[in-house]
């Protein structure tokens, strides 16, 4: 069902849309929606997200203390704007996707069923692959498969550097970095647009690309500013629509702080990829996880040792990052 939408430009990062200025986009298809948002294909490589109750004038930008935000809070779109006074390049190469231009609806915007009223915010990204689909592993555990071991050490690599620039510039900690937050970028160079590729599938073709160089995080919904032992706990507000049980989170008894969730994801996630989604979906379970660890040390003894860490020591982004960087390292001497 295609249709248009009238915008108008706050900030812009590609040449050919001005700010204070309007344009008129349109919409493809609807890519995908949360909580907050949904995403639509516009053409050119370029994907349009559109804020449900982020509105010109009262959306809350000041972060509240709870870690699930108020509707009109909107703590993607405030990094958002911080994130448009540095190149794009500079979070490309940390993993990160970068925005392109930040604006509003100019008039009410009806799309099948979901309805987008006049001064709604929206953000203009690249179109971007899922991680899954990219490298066809969806629901398919790679403990077995050859070569399994420097594809996860190299992802792990990519998405704690994304966590450590994101603490390190921006003094945040994103809290959803659950795999399918995680995407393929193709190209660096936005200014000049994505060039239309076709998605790999000879093997050979894929070993150019082998370990995901474009590999960016997106969606930064649940993020918090990172401030020193607060811990990993939710408040009532958080609890108004009963107990949080979420996969990708410790519970609230295992005594993490805000600032260890990063690691703690990121163990969830080789978990997935290893032994497949139908086991994390399980958790936050410690006899499941500690059994998970298990069967991963027997096969990778390294690998295991630092899921051990992640959820026993309870490691923040840097100290996992440099022990992932050493694994990188070993890997890459081993190659030569």
Known sequence: MPSHIQI????????????????????????????????????????????????????????????????????????????MKEPLNNHIQHHVIPPLLIGYIQKDFIYQKDTFKKNNYFILLPFCIPFHKYYKIKNNPLLHHEDS?????????????????????????????????????????????????????????????????????????LVKKKIKNIPFIFDPRDKEEGEIQYYLWPSEKDGFHLYHIPSYSMGINVIELLLGREKVL??????????????????????????KKVFVDKLETNETFLYIQKLNEFLSESKK
């Open 282 to 307: 399980k958790l936050p379970n410690q006899t499941y996880l500690y059994e998970y660890i298990e069967i991963i040390y027997q096969k990778y003894e390294e690998l295991g040792y630092l899921l």
């Open 149 to 221: 071991y420097s594809f996860i050490v190299q992802f792990m690599y990519r998405m704690m550097k994304s966590s450590q620039y994101l603490e390190s510039k921006y003094n945040i900690i994103h809290l959803d970095y659950k795999l399918s937050n995680i995407m393929y970028l193709y190209h660096s160079d936005l200014i000049k647009k994505i060039k239309d590729d076709v998605i790999i599938t000879d093997k050979n073709e894929s070993s150019q690309k082998k370990y995901h160089e474009n590999l960016i995080v997106i969606d930064f919904g």
């Open 8 to 83: 108008f430009v706050i900030e812009s990062n590609l040449k050919e849309y001005q700010v204070n200025q309007s344009y008129t986009f349109h919409i493809e298809q609807k890519l995908g929606s949360g909580s907050y948002g949904a995403v639509f294909d516009i053409g050119d490589h370029l994907v349009m997200k559109l804020f449900f109750h982020s509105t010109l004038g009262k959306t809350v930008f000041e972060e509240k203390e709870c870690i699930i935000p108020f509707k009109n809070e909107n703590r993607e779109l405030s990094l958002y704007f911080q994130m």
